[in-house]
């Protein structure tokens, strides 16, 4: 990706952004009088409106994973999607509202060893994808702009901060619905822009072309073949549920879930899947659009992104010859490998950036820095503010309150709030630090998925002894420095694996069977000792 060319005019529109966001976070100041109400919202009661359309906004996470997901499939992605969104709303929704596991959360009493176990692996699951979260801002801003992490992460979790410490979690949930109103206009605007200079006839002709260039069946792009993603179809269920687990606020407004009608349930989970569908659509329009590069003397000239020896991101601009394929998938920008030099083509799909595909279709469309601008601001507000707040409300309700507040004064709840509050951004802060240096995007998605799956197995039932659940993180450890995958950190080399996705689909097998197989002896030894 190219840097932008930012003027007065973006800094003045980002400026009005900012300050909308905080004059909203700013008009609940007053109404934050206890703890509860700063992070139960205990007197705030939400509408259909505003609980469910609120919760239809997507992180910056979710829309780098489903932009790179369509980049990656094409329309089978999109075809793929949708059943398994519907899956997670019909399975998970019902698991997850019947259980009420977070209710101990909700009434300040964690009383059982085992639900604080997992509380507690919850609360640092939210801080690492908080770190994931930063670490994918900081490299876009780097891309875009040029600005380095202190700059990027600085302004952007000093605003946070001012709107948290300021307005409590209701102002969150308001600032949701900004955040999907604007970015579900930009995004519907940058599809309708592309689909008026493709049109579907080219649209199609233009993915077979790609998938042909790059010798693959003409229709790779353009039909979903069950018999492919009939052994991965088990994982992406579980992934889905996974995404639950990104979007933790969801709880929170789980209890009043309720006393909301149906029909506005149902319109806010359609609207929901309407903006997912976009974001993966974003990325299927930037492998469908033509990519026209120059040529100087018979030869190509090409521009690829690439990670220079002192660590920073940077460009590589160099001529090829015209015979010499240059990889590309409509506008999916190429990675370079360690010696800058074009990878010979072998269909690999690690030689393309797909993480880029859906800011680069959106700089296509819409050329004005301030338009990637406000989707990279406002996603990260999204999942940082919601991550953040909800990690703290684990800690106040979970520990500090039932634990250590021997006064039992709500004043002081509300204090020690605000200072967990602080001091678990500077903790996301150092952890996107680390990410930001030493890992790549695709292994910190990785790295969610693994960990968040013992969190989802007990949050709809699978509910098992604290051992089962240490077992299962000391397993992942064990997996994360033992394996011998090409590409992939690792200390020693134990377990063979193909790639990354076989690491993945390696460990999420094993801890799903082995809680599995935990629970059906828990229930059979229960149902022994009933009939004793």
């Keep these: 990706m190219h840097l932008l060319n930012i003027t007065n005019l973006d800094y003045i529109l980002m400026t009005i952004l900012f300050g909308l966001i905080v004059a909203i976070s700013y008009s609940f100041r007053r109404k934050n009088s206890g703890s509860s109400d700063y992070l139960m919202i205990e007197k705030h009661r939400l509408n259909g409106f505003v609980g469910y359309f609120s919760g239809a906004s997507v992180g910056l996470i979710e829309f780098l994973v489903l932009t790179s997901?369509?980049?990656?499939?094409?329309?089978?992605?999109?075809?793929?999607?949708?059943?398994?969104?519907?899956?997670?709303i019909l399975v998970y929704d019902q698991l997850l509202s019947r259980k009420n596991y977070f209710e101990p959360i909700i009434l300040a009493k964690v009383s059982s060893y085992n639900s604080r176990f997992i509380f507690g692996c919850y609360a640092l699951f939210l801080l690492l994808a908080s770190g994931v979260a930063i670490a994918i801002m900081v490299t876009l801003l780097k891309s875009l702009l040029?600005?380095?992490?202190a700059n990027s992460t600085l302004s952007m979790m000093g605003l946070i901060a001012i709107c948290l410490l300021v307005g409590g979690v209701i102002s969150v949930v308001y600032n949701q619905i900004l955040v999907t109103i604007v970015t579900t206009a930009l995004v519907l605007l940058v599809l309708v822009l592309s689909y008026q200079a493709?049109?579907?006839?080219?649209?199609v002709n233009n993915l077979h072309a790609v998938a042909l260039s790059n010798q693959l069946v003409a229709d790779k792009f353009t039909k979903l073949n069950l018999l492919s993603i009939n052994s991965d179809l088990w994982l992406l269920l579980l992934a889905s549920g996974v995404f639950i687990l990104l979007n933790p606020l969801y709880f929170v407004k789980l209890k009043q879930a309720q006393q909301i009608h149906p029909v506005k349930k149902s319109a806010g989970r359609f609207w929901q899947l309407l903006i997912l569908s976009m974001m993966i659509l974003l990325g299927v329009f930037a492998l469908a659009t033509p990519n026209t590069q120059p040529q100087l003397d018979g030869q190509k000239i090409i521009t690829q992104q690439t990670r220079l020896e002192d660590g920073s991101v940077g460009y590589i601009v160099k001529a090829i010859s015209s015979d010499t394929p240059s990889q590309q998938r409509g506008i999916i920008p190429l990675q370079l490998d360690n010696d800058n030099q074009v990878t010979s083509l072998d269909s690999s799909q690690s030689v393309f950036d797909f993480s880029s595909a859906g800011l680069v279709m959106v700089k296509h469309a819409l050329p004005y820095a301030f338009v990637?601008?406000?989707?990279?601001?406002?996603?990260f507000y999204k999942t940082i503010s919601e991550m953040i707040s909800f990690i703290t409300i684990i800690a106040i309700r979970g520990f500090y309150t039932p634990y250590y507040n021997k006064t039992k004064e709500d004043l002081e709840n509300l204090w020690a709030a605000r200072v967990f509050l602080f001091m678990f951004m500077v903790l996301a802060i150092s952890i996107g630090l680390v990410l930001y240096k030493f890992f790549d995007l695709y292994y910190m998605f990785g790295l969610l998925l693994m960990l968040g799956l013992p969190i989802l197995l007990n949050l709809i039932g699978l509910r098992s002894n604290w051992c089962v659940d240490l077992a299962a993180y000391l397993f992942i450890l064990f997996v994360l420095l033992c394996n011998n995958v090409s590409g992939v950190p690792h200390l020693f080399g134990v377990i063979s694996l193909p790639s990354l996705w076989g690491m993945i689909k390696f460990s999420a097998l094993i801890i799903s069977g082995g809680y599995v197989v935990f629970f059906g002896i828990t229930r059979l030894l229960q149902r022994g000792r009933a009939n004793d």
């Design 372 to 379: 990637s601008l406000f989707i990279i601001a406002l996603l």
């Design 198 to 203: 493709l049109g579907a006839s080219e649209f």
């Design 146 to 149: 040029g600005w380095e992490f």
């Design 69 to 88: 997901y369509g980049a990656y499939l094409g329309l089978p992605a999109l075809c793929l999607f949708i059943p398994v969104f519907l899956f997670s």
